[in-house]
């Protein structure tokens, strides 16, 4: 069962070129609900904007090797590591979920694609993506999600933002019980294509589109640093460093000339919740 394509047994009740048909559509409803999305939330303009006044405030010009630095860190961090998140639980299961949804679709629409294929090493691979991001999710559903973990909620409330966890955990699930249970057109290959038509198509109400939008976001975030713009927040000083002691004469008025350490502030507490 973990060897064989699932999809290839189908084409006997389901022409092969229905379903990449509805890949194809699925496609460009991700495309069309992310577009929609940018035009509502404006985020597109506001991004441009923002990044247009940063720069008038910059200190310093960044070059375009430093941008391919900053560029490939993001790649590496951000992306493809879930660096953003600093609470070890939710990187983790951010990295499971991310990576076995990449998994799953990579490999559903390979097998679509090329239904001669006898490779078994697809049918195992879409069988992983499929429990890694089962069981990423369902950790971040139960145990994980703000709600639940900081503000004491109960898991079963539900909300629009959900529509995203909700249907990527419905589409896993289907898929892997409709596998489970021999495949072919069952009313468990009913559920799984019904889940994964709302998590494609419902791109413009759910949080689908981040994926495009974090990475934009942790770019400029960097970039903001390295010109010095810094959203007009000011720099962190060394208070026993004279020249900031000259600058800020309060600082050793009250504190002294060697003021202590105040600790991590902020990150005194190790990130739990967020
Ligand atoms: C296949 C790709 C991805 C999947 C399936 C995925 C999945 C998720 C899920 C399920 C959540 C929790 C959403 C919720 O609160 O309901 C989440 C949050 C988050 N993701 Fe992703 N993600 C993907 C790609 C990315 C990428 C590429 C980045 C960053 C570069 C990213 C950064 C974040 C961050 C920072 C959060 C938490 C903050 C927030 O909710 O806004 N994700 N992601």
Redesign the pocket.
């Known amino acids: 069962m973990f060897t064989s394509n699932p999809f290839a047994a189908l084409s006997a009740s389901i022409p092969t070129v229905y379903m990449q048909g509805y890949i194809v559509v699925m496609i460009l409803l991700v495309m069309g609900g992310t577009i929609l999305d940018m035009l509502h939330k404006k985020s597109a303009q506001y991004f441009f904007e923002n990044a247009k006044k940063a720069k008038k405030s910059a200190k310093r010009s960044v070059g375009g090797g430093e941008k391919i630095a900053i560029a490939t860190s993001?790649l590496v961090k951000?992306?493809l590591t879930?660096g953003?998140?600093d609470n070890p639980r939710r990187r983790l299961s951010?990295l499971l979920?991310?990576w076995g949804?990449?998994i799953f679709i990579v490999t559903t629409a390979i097998m679509i694609f090329s239904p001669s294929s006898t490779s078994t090493l697809l049918p195992q691979l879409w069988h992983i993506g499929a429990l890694m991001?089962a069981v990423g999710?369902y950790w971040?559903w139960f145990a994980i999600?703000?709600d639940v973990a900081a503000e004491g909620l109960s898991w079963f409330r539900l909300e629009r933002?959900?529509l995203?966890?909700l249907s990527?955990l419905a589409t896993s699930t289907f898929a892997l019980i409709w596998s489970f249970t021999g495949g072919g057109l069952t009313v468990f290959f009913a559920l799984f294509i019904l889940s994964s038509t709302v998590l494609f198509g419902g791109v413009y109400w759910s949080?689908f589109a981040?994926?495009f939008f974090?990475?934009a976001a942790?770019y400029q975030k960097k970039i903001i640093m390295a010109d010095g713009s810094r959203e007009n927040l000011p720099p962190d000083y060394d208070l026993t460093d004279p020249e900031v002691q000259r600058k800020f004469p309060d600082v050793p008025m009250y504190m002294g000339k060697n003021p202590p350490n105040m600790g991590l502030c902020i990150k005194a507490e190790r990130a739990n919740h967020y």
Do not use: N
Request: glycine share 4%.
């Open positions: 993001v951000e992306v879930s953003e998140f951010h979920t991310m949804t990449i991001l999710g971040f999600r703000v933002a959900d995203f966890i990527l949080k981040h994926m974090k990475p942790a």
